[in-house]
């Protein structure tokens, strides 16, 4: 039987409310609006940064089987389409210099294509850096030179830069397996690293970026590291998109509790990602009341989110409606 897909949810729980018919099609043809939009995200890195690795944790281990294959346009961008949620897989950069010049050109031009409505196609650009490298230059080049001048006036909300790798940050040392976390040393190495990527980042291009840093995990024969604040970067990604395209994770998301379990604790990250879903219902409709109604739908099937990452809030009505101050 074929899963139920948010959408489908949205459209029958606008069924089932009790408003009359002109406002449901209010509601309906908003969520046709929702359901026409695709989220494209490009994640790139240097070589060995870990793209792979995060891109199953996020969106499951069977993320990277659905590429539609490699895009000859942007010579060697792997594509990788889950319904609505378009993933581009740029090759990693450090492999030399003459095929690190054919892949920056590759990622120019993803960069400066537009989509049918002439916007730019990339909504979002997810950077992984190696936490374990010392030598970053290839990701500064990459950031700097390649990345930021083609994103344009926006180019501070399109771009987020996450440090992959904080277990081994330092050589491996000074992290606790066993509440999977980092010890106060490597936490104060890990925001040195920030600061210095954040300053590099400013000094070349004038843009200011936070980067975080996080831990997609992985398993090798017998090894295995579980992810560490893979959630807080969730919440970046899907924060930074457009309002009217977030719904386009929410049947991607790794149904893998695991994968959402430890981060820093510095927020409750997802609930966050449940208030980023729930502001889309200011998308669906405009007036007031078709806005209630959309926030009454979409509260009832937003907790769904809850049973995907862990998360056990309650989304209400009056929850829902107070985003649009009612």
């Known amino acids: 039987m074929q899963k139920e897909t948010i ?4 459209q029958r729980s606008i ?29 790139t890195g240097a070589t060995g940064s870990g793209k792979s690795s995060t891109i199953n944790a996020l969106f499951g281990a069977d993320a990277a089987k659905v590429g539609t294959g490699v895009d000859p346009e942007t010579m060697e961008i792997q594509k990788y389409e889950l319904d609505n949620l378009v993933l581009w897989d740029s090759p990693g950069l450090g492999d030399g210099k003459e095929k690190d010049q054919i892949h920056a050109k590759g990622i120019i031009k993803k960069l400066n294509e537009l989509d049918k409505d002439r916007r730019p196609l990339i909504d979002l650009v997810l950077v992984i850096v190696d936490g374990g490298s010392r030598d970053l230059g290839t990701s500064y080049e990459l950031i700097n030179q390649v990345i930021i001048p083609n994103l344009g006036e926006e180019a501070q909300e399109r771009i987020i830069v996450a440090i992959n790798q904080a277990d081994i940050a330092m050589k491996g040392q000074h992290w606790d397996h066993e509440a999977n976390q980092p010890k106060p040393k490597l936490i104060g190495f890990l925001e040195d690293k920030v600061r210095s990527v954040k300053e590099r980042i400013k000094e070349a291009t004038g843009v200011d970026v936070d980067p975080i840093y996080y831990c997609a995990g992985y398993k090798e024969y017998d090894e295995k590291q579980k992810p560490w604040n893979l959630s807080k970067l969730l919440f970046l990604i899907v924060k930074r998109t457009p309002p009217e395209k977030r719904l386009s994770y929410m049947d991607n998301i790794s149904a893998d509790r695991e994968m959402w379990k430890d981060d820093d604790g510095l927020k409750d990250y997802k609930k966050e990602v449940q208030r980023s879903f729930q502001e889309v219902a200011t998308h669906v409709a405009k007036n007031t009341a078709a806005g209630a109604a959309a926030g009454a739908a979409l509260g009832s099937v937003v907790p769904v989110i809850g049973t995907t990452i862990g998360a056990a809030v309650g989304a209400t009505i009056g929850f829902v409606a107070g985003l649009f101050g009612l």
Do not use: M
């Open 15 to 43: 069924d089932n409310l009790q408003i009359g018919d002109t406002e449901k099609q209010k509601l309906r043809n908003g969520i046709s609006r929702l359901k026409s939009q695709k989220t494209n995200l490009l994640i």
């Open 7 to 10: 959408f489908q949810k949205l």
